[in-house]
């Protein structure tokens, strides 16, 4: 096989320059949109209470599980002796000696780091290429060409740049479930021959705006194995795109800062851009956020565009020059009804679907429902953006349960009313004590208490100087007013199912502690922040409602050998090395599993499984590697087998169609197409037990 072209991380984190160009529009190297002076943890920290008063107080509280884990303000080192994972070292190629022993539901073999362009599992682990890009699901779509490709051979197709996945069931067929996936963005330099980035054509622009948006198809399982396939033309399959028709609901629905003049009433919006993680309600439907919008928009005119990161001249794919939507010069408002919540229902192929308004405006990574004791949900979310912010909404109305259509249309109203909270955290140790290492303070862990502002609730807004639709519609700026804490990128935010506990990816912040930005805190202690943390979460009394809530870092990710990491007190030289960490996902177990995006170690990008209670709290190890370029996305993780979706495989500095850096998925000759991959068992056994 011929030579691949080298990796290459010229950008923060492991990430490629071609990445950060298609997927977020170098946002990484340009201004930070979040320039306000509200106060951040750092400068919070230094009136801190001790941590014996912060113990006393009822706002942090301790939080006993079911599960039987330690309460989050008692110790977190496990008391037995950890088995060690031979060969964890984080030199890529270095082999592991196989291992059965771990949490329950983590009883395998760690995978190496490594560079190999494939999908790399365990031993004792099969897998198979679930769907690729390009794929035909719908009626009438053809068989995919990459060099006869049409815009309306793609709206028939499976999208580019698979992120989230939801497998939800399927009644009445046997062995089948409901697969919905995003489709971030478009990569057009690795779609088309020849692409000119300063000249694309009609054509391929038309074609990159059906290959963005969402997917819905039914898969269907091979018995006796966990491989996975598409059912082509299946009745509830179905493509969104960038061209589809979605409604605006919710509080700030046919408000005038959604108004544009092919939408009089600020209801009707065509498409859905930059899907990146999402959630799967209780009530059976499917939630994606909007993240990285900003990029698609040129011409950006006022203060406001520029705190979402909207610049002042073209932009990458040049979509202005073919829908006047995309020019804020002529549509101030456009870019107002993107950067949303959009829920969808995947069991009705004629339904619209709805970017939920009460939720807020912001880059959502992701939105992952918990119901109340009363049966209301609450949405967790993150702003992925350097310095900016984590958020919650408590929804006013109970989900009722059944599959009645009254039931079904009462619950698609859930996520309309309710009230909108932003995040600030405290710390417990004094702020002489966070010097941006990553050194511990002396009381053994970074934590800490926080409180839920409230931004609005109905019409009715918490925010001196904003109304209730300024405060959904630039919900950053409500942030900066009320003081919200400005977080490393927070990224998917997940409660775990088991514990009720609160899990946020915060993936790196390379601009932490330089000058003119703000400063380390407790939440975030590294300067310059490479490789990310986890942050664990419990709310007052175990109560989703709560204003107050106790936190602590669970991961301070990077190499186990670097004394400024920390694995919940876990043994650091029985772990695997981890960077970035960015989806994350439950199984039943109630371990945590971790994909990453950007690996700065070296290595490529994985999945990883970390206990999350027991006496293995904080044991992780790598589940597998993505190919060549690629990011791993998703994940599910069933009982039985393990969906990844493989994002952006070959986008590597200098590569394209005619030089590609990886020839996955189907080897030498074909074009890299990003793909969902299945991993189960050989002997047909449950994941890691």
């Not at 004792?124 to 699901?137: F, K, L, M, S, T």
């Not at 600020?266 to 499917?286: D, F, I, M, S, Y």
């Not at 004394?563 to 960015?582: H, L, M, N, Q």
């Not at 189907?666 to 037990?689: F, N, Q, S, Y």
Request: hydrophobic letters at 35%; a neutral charge.
């Amino acid at each position: 096989m011929r030579n691949l072209l080298p990796f290459i991380s010229s950008h923060p984190g492991g990430r490629s320059a071609l990445t950060c160009r298609f997927r977020c529009g170098d946002a990484c190297f340009k201004e930070t949109p979040n320039t306000s002076d509200n106060e951040y943890a750092g400068d919070i920290i230094a009136g801190a209470v001790s941590r014996r008063s912060m113990m006393r107080a009822a706002a942090v509280v301790t939080v006993a599980t079911a599960a039987g884990t330690a309460a989050l303000t008692g110790p977190s080192a496990p008391q037995a002796e950890a088995v060690a994972l031979a060969g964890h070292g984080h030199k890529p190629g270095r082999p592991h000696k196989p291992s059965t022993s771990g949490a329950r539901g983590l009883r395998f073999s760690p995978v190496a780091p490594n560079k190999d362009d494939q999908v790399t599992v365990p031993d004792g682990y099969a897998q198979n290429v679930v769907i690729r890009w390009g794929e035909p699901i719908l009626r009438g779509a053809p068989a995919f060409d990459p060099d006869k490709q049409t815009a309306k051979a793609q709206a028939g197709q499976f999208g580019y740049n698979n992120d989230f996945l939801s497998l939800l069931p399927l009644r009445g067929e046997r062995g089948r479930q409901v697969m919905v996936a995003n489709h971030e963005y478009t990569d057009e330099i690795l779609m088309f021959r020849g692409y000119d980035p300063a000249n694309p054509t009609r054509e391929q622009v038309e074609i990159a705006w059906a290959a963005h948006g969402l997917s819905v198809v039914v898969v269907q399982e091979e018995h006796r194995t966990g491989r996975l396939g598409p059912v082509n033309r299946h009745p509830l399959n179905r493509r969104l795109t960038a061209t589809s028709e979605f409604r605006m609901t919710g509080p700030a629905a046919g408000s005038t800062l959604l108004r544009t003049s092919a939408d009089r009433t600020g209801r009707k919006v065509l498409g859905t851009l930059n899907n990146c993680a999402g959630g799967t309600t209780p009530w059976g439907t499917t939630l994606h956020g909007e993240e990285n919008f900003n990029q698609y928009f040129a011409n950006g005119t006022t203060a406001m565009h520029k705190r979402y990161g909207i610049g002042s001249g073209g932009t990458e794919r040049k979509w202005e020059r073919f829908d006047r939507r995309f020019d804020l010069a002529k549509e101030p408002n456009e870019a107002n009804r993107f950067g949303w919540v959009v829920e969808l229902d995947p069991y009705d192929p004629d339904s619209t679907p709805r970017k939920r308004t009460a939720l807020g405006r912001f880059k959502h990574e992701a939105a992952q429902p918990r119901l109340t004791s009363d049966g209301r949900p609450v949405v967790y979310m993150g702003d992925d953006e350097k310095f900016d912010y984590l958020y919650k909404f408590v929804s006013s109305k109970r989900m009722k349960k059944g599959n009645s259509r009254a039931a079904r249309e009462h619950n698609l109203t859930l996520l309309d009313e309710g009230t909108l909270y932003v995040a600030k955290l405290t710390g417990d140790s004094p702020v002489n004590e966070i010097d941006g290492s990553g050194k511990l303070p002396n009381d053994g862990e970074f934590d800490g208490s926080g409180v839920w502002i409230p931004l609005a609730t109905g019409t009715t807004s918490h925010v001196p100087g904003m109304t209730a639709e300024e405060v959904y519609v630039y919900t950053r700026l409500a942030g900066d007013k009320v003081g919200a804490t400005k977080m490393d990128r927070p990224e998917d935010v997940e409660p775990s199912p088991r514990t009720g506990r609160v899990y946020v990816a915060l993936t790196n912040n390379s601009d932490r502690g330089k000058a003119g930005k703000p400063g380390v805190d407790e939440a975030n202690p590294r300067n310059s922040n490479k490789h990310g943390q986890v942050l664990e979460l419990a709310e007052n009394w175990d109560d989703p409602t709560s204003d107050g809530f106790a936190w602590r870092l669970f991961l301070v990710a990077g190499d186990p050998e670097d004394p400024a990491t920390y694995f919940a007190g876990f043994p650091k030289e029985s772990v695997s090395p981890i960077s970035c960490p960015d989806n994350v996902a439950f199984d039943a177990h109630g371990n945590l599993w971790i994909s990453t995006d950007g690996n700065a170690l070296g290595s490529h990008d994985g999945l990883f499984g970390v206990a999350t209670h027991g006496d293995r709290r904080g044991e992780l190890k790598q589940f597998l590697t993505v190919p060549t370029g690629a990011e791993t996305c998703g994940p599910v993780i069933q009982d039985r087998r393990v969906l990844v979706a493989v994002q952006h495989p070959g986008e590597i500095d200098g590569a394209s169609v005619e030089k590609p850096a990886s020839v996955w998925p189907d080897g030498p000759g074909k074009i890299v197409r990003p793909a969902v991959v299945a991993v189960w068992r050989k002997d047909g056994r449950d994941i890691g037990v």
